[in-house]
């Protein structure tokens, strides 16, 4: 299958790099570090060990791009408006669209402006971000889940499972609605978290209090994944993500590093959207609406970076 990325970060650009060196045929779309990658290729600084791409398929337009039979978007949701004119010179009848994305009602959002449109969910559990042009840095972890969400897309979504396994990527296929509310379960409690109290995640856990508070806005999360139809799901599940976070480096989520460089946060897809199912279904996550509220604040308020 031919594959196209767009938002070569530190998730996309770590998976389409690994396809890349397992064979794959992978497009890059690239902004700012372009011209770069063109001179100096893409660069991967992994804890599973460095690679580098020295001539990756690196395009500064998808109007350039082939088309593809799978496009693997990780833009964070606030870019996803872009997606009207990024999106269309890369598909055809049957391409894939699978979006590695924060959140609760993002498919919904892009099935909105391309209604025929295949897509699947991406829910990556990795540390991983790119803060120089060209280098990505995977600090940890790196398993992703891929989860049909249109009719018609879980043949191909598997076939990309298969793909990634092939990369050396832990990838499973997985139910849609189960899969990104257990990525929920770690979103929303960490990555506000790390913004409302300018820290990382391992302070977070070694401090009782905070750490307390982490278990119980998880436990919001699971109860409100319940009371909307996800049945795989307990509070044993909180503490399995504690303790693969205890297990983790000390890391900084990408909300935070959106807060620190000056970025839109993704409040709306992680928090806003959420809370308003949970409400609807009867199972309000106070705790929780309360971080909300304490990052709308925030971001009206910040400086520049």
């Avoid at 402006?113 to 790119?130: T, W, Y």
């Avoid at 849609?176 to 379960?185: D, S």
């Amino acid at each position: 299958m031919v594959y196209s990325v767009i938002g070569t970060g530190g998730v996309g650009g770590y998976y389409g790099a690994s396809l890349a060196r397992a064979g794959k045929e992978v497009h890059f779309l690239f902004h700012k570090d372009y011209a770069y990658v063109r001179e100096h290729g893409l660069q991967v600084n992994s804890w599973r060990g460095n690679f580098r791409l020295d001539a990756p398929n690196a395009y500064a337009s998808t109007s350039d791009m082939p088309r593809s039979d799978v496009v693997i978007v990780a833009l964070k949701s606030v870019n996803n408006p872009l997606l009207r004119e990024l999106l269309p010179p890369l598909l055809k009848s049957d391409t894939l669209v699978v979006l590695i994305e924060n959140g609760i009602g993002v498919e919904a959002q892009v099935q909105a402006m391309f209604p025929e449109l295949r897509l699947a969910a991406g829910l990556a559990f990795i540390c991983s971000a790119k803060t120089r042009p060209g280098i990505i840095d995977h600090q940890d972890l790196g398993h992703i889940s891929i989860a049909a969400y249109t009719e018609g897309a879980q043949e191909r979504a598997e076939a990309v499972v298969r793909d990634f396994v092939d990369a050396g990527i832990r990838a499973v296929s997985a139910e849609y609605l189960e899969a990104r509310w257990k990525k929920q379960v770690w979103n929303m409690p960490f990555n506000g978290m790390t913004v409302a109290l300018n820290t990382s995640t391992d302070a977070l856990l070694a401090h009782p209090a905070t750490a307390a508070l982490i278990r119980e806005q998880m436990l919001e999360v699971i109860a409100a994944a319940r009371a909307l139809g996800v049945e795989r799901i307990d509070e044993s599940f909180a503490d399995k993500m504690l303790e693969m976070t205890l297990s983790m480096k000390p890391y900084a989520p990408s909300m935070k590093l959106d807060h620190d460089f000056g970025r839109p946060m993704e409040i709306g897809a992680i928090y806003t959207e959420a809370l308003r199912q949970a409400r609807e279904a009867g199972c309000p996550m106070h705790k929780l609406e309360m971080l909300e509220a304490e990052l709308r604040f925030i971001e009206a308020n910040r400086t520049s970076p």
